[in-house]
């Protein structure tokens, strides 16, 4: 069993930054992907960010330039770091990993990020 812990949210001023941390309870070096993905009220989950392999990221459009995910393997822990943040950035985000390519996706409990002034 996989358990993902996520840290970091909060309540941060638009332009602000916040860094948020995904603790997972296996080694990640060699797993298929691990990302980030959010969901605000009303809307469907969608994909933030993601980490597939040894390097292959992607970011969903309206976050290239201002968030940037990473890994830590020695820590089993991914990061999104996020900055330049806007009120259309609120949401609850979460932590995903697949183990292999066609493999079951596994999720953390989520952590709020709400950008107000």
Known sequence: QVQLMESGGGL???GGSLRLSCAASIS???IYSMGWYRQ??????ELVATIIGVGTIDYERSVKGRFTISRDNAKNTVYL?????KP??????YCSLKKSRRGDVY???GTQVT???
Do not use: C, F
């Open 12 to 14: 941060v001023q638009p």
């Open 28 to 30: 990640i070096s060699s």
């Open 40 to 45: 605000a009220p009303g809307k469907q989950r």
């Open 81 to 85: 770091q996020m900055n330049s943040l």
């Open 88 to 93: 259309e950035d609120t949401a609850v985000y």
């Open 107 to 109: 999720w953390g409990q």
């Open 115 to 117: 950008v107000s002034s």
